[in-house]
């Protein structure tokens, strides 16, 4: 269950994090990340600059095992996407499912926005394989990281 996240989600957020593996986090941040500071998630949380959501287990919805982020950028009808699962739940299609339901998200609810970026590591198959299947236009590895574009308006 994905709902939008809230400041009080912080701590919850970070347990995450400790969760994850180190892989994970470099995946996501392209850093070994051991948690988000109060400031970083107060923006993250901000709905004046995109979009925030944490997802919950249905018998657990204390944890957190993702949290998925589409942020308004310069310019501004560019999106970035960024998604953090929590190791025990990845390769169960829980990843396919937030990026699909993010995109759908940037086409209904941001009008404004063309397009989503994303930036992952070259080897991150899972999801190059997300983004390949969504339509993305692929950059060419460049420092171990491929940037990915999406279309949303056409």
């Known amino acids: 269950m994905s709902r939008p996240a809230a400041f009080n989600d912080l701590d919850r957020v970070n347990e995450m994090h400790a969760r994850c593996s180190l892989q994970s986090r ?5 850093a070994a990340r051991r948690a988000l ?3 970083e998630w107060r923006r993250l949380c901000d709905q004046a600059g995109g979009i925030t959501l944490v997802t919950v287990p249905r018998r ?3 944890r957190v095992i993702a949290v998925t982020c589409l ?12 998604i953090l699962i ?8 829980l990843g396919t499912t937030l990026t699909h339901h993010m995109v759908a998200l940037a086409r209904t609810h941001s009008r404004d926005c063309q397009a989503v970026t994303a930036t992952t590591g070259s080897d991150n198959q899972r999801m190059l394989s997300i983004l390949r299947r969504l339509g993305a236009r692929m950059s060419h590895p460049s420092g171990g990281t491929v940037d990915a574009l999406i279309r949303v308006q056409t």
Do not use: C, I, N, V
């Not at 470099?26 to 392209?30: H, I, N, P, Q």
């Not at 929590?86 to 299609?93: F, K, L, P, R, V």
């Open 86 to 93: 929590e190791d025990s739940w990845q390769g169960q299609g």
């Open 37 to 39: 500071t109060p400031r």
């Open 60 to 62: 657990d919805p204390s």
């Open 71 to 82: 942020m308004r950028t310069q310019p501004l009808h560019l999106s970035d996407f960024g």
């Open 26 to 30: 470099y995946a996501r941040y392209g």
